[in-house]
């Protein structure tokens, strides 16, 4: 069991997990191997202290420099469901699942708002997981919308199971084939059912479907944990970055604005030292 799982490889969790193995901790950071793209993205970052307009993909490599030179590697992949266990927490990442006394969440914010009806069908038709619940829907018809071209890998995945795939890319340059896909062009408005869903309804028309997937790089956080005490869309925490269920710490973007750099760093910081405290008290 680890002593903390970070979830998220922006500047918050890498701030995050630097404190850690500072402090000896038994960590696990859990995120993409390339870091934040918002990151690499950014062609200038003017607001970054002792850094005056860094580029992006500066920061960016200078941030995997230092998780390098500490020592500390990422385990690639996207976390879908945080579970409190009653004194430690169950992490679920694709096929893996592991075990945690405490976790971080640096997760960022969304690029995609939440479609009407996807939080409230979560678990009984909309899954954000293809390798977790794509058995579920062997043979029937699903809606499929992704929000980025690195998450296409789910997607065949989905279509190699399914007998439909209505394929939804809120992207340019969707690459996906297959004899059962269908391409559609449109946005979704809101999902619809009763006790599972029914259909999707677009921009333009509904399809119905047997369930929904939607593939995103990052998940709300009231959608990877029960109970989660959110507001606005973030994550409410106190200024030790403690969140309202025991051992559960968040840090970035996640916790509100603003959306900087710095602020990220320094609330990851925060939320290690916290874990530490944390940890120490109950031992």
């Known amino acids: 069991m680890f002593d903390c799982i970070i979830i998220g490889t922006g500047p918050a969790g890498i ?6 193995k500072a402090r ?39 941030f995997i420099n230092h998780l390098e030179q500490s020592d500390i590697s990422v385990t690639p992949g996207q976390v879908t469901g945080v579970y409190d266990m009653g004194g430690y927490f169950g992490v679920l990442c694709g096929d893996n699942s592991y075990e945690s006394k405490t976790v ?14 996807e939080s409230e069908f979560l678990g009984r038709g909309v899954s954000y997981c293809a390798t977790c619940d794509g058995l579920l829907y062997k043979g029937k018809k ?5 929000t980025s071209a690195a998450m296409e890998e789910e997607a065949e995945y989905l279509s190699s199971l399914a007998a439909e795939v209505v394929f ?37 028309g509904e399809e119905e479907c047997d369930g929904v997937f939607m593939l995103k790089s990052a998940l709300a956080p009231s959608a990877l944990v029960a109970g989660l005490n959110a507001e606005g869309g973030h994550v409410v925490v106190d200024r030790a970055c ?9 840090a970035g973007d996640c916790t509100g604005r ?10 990851g910081n925060v939320a290690a030292h916290s874990v530490c405290d944390y940890l120490a008290a109950k031992k």
């Open 15 to 20: 701030s995050a997990a630097l404190t850690l």
């Open 142 to 146: 699903i809606v499929v919308v992704c």
């Open 258 to 267: 603003p959306y900087q750099y710095a602020k990220a760093v320094g609330e």
């Open 168 to 204: 939804v890319p809120l992207y340019k340059g969707a690459r996906l084939k297959g004899e059962n896909v269908r391409y559609l062009v449109d946005m979704p408005r809101a999902i619809v059912g009763d006790t599972r869903v029914r259909k999707v309804v677009f921009s333009k």
């Open 104 to 117: 971080i969440l640096a997760t960022g914010v969304e690029a995609v708002k939440p479609v009407p009806g």
């Open 24 to 62: 000896g901790r038994n960590f696990l950071l859990i995120g993409s191997a390339s870091l934040s793209g918002k990151i690499n993205a950014a062609e200038e970052v003017n607001n970054y202290p002792g850094l005056p307009a860094v580029g992006g993909a500066q920061l960016k490599e200078a």
């Open 242 to 250: 403690r969140t309202n269920i025991a051992g559960l710490f968040a």
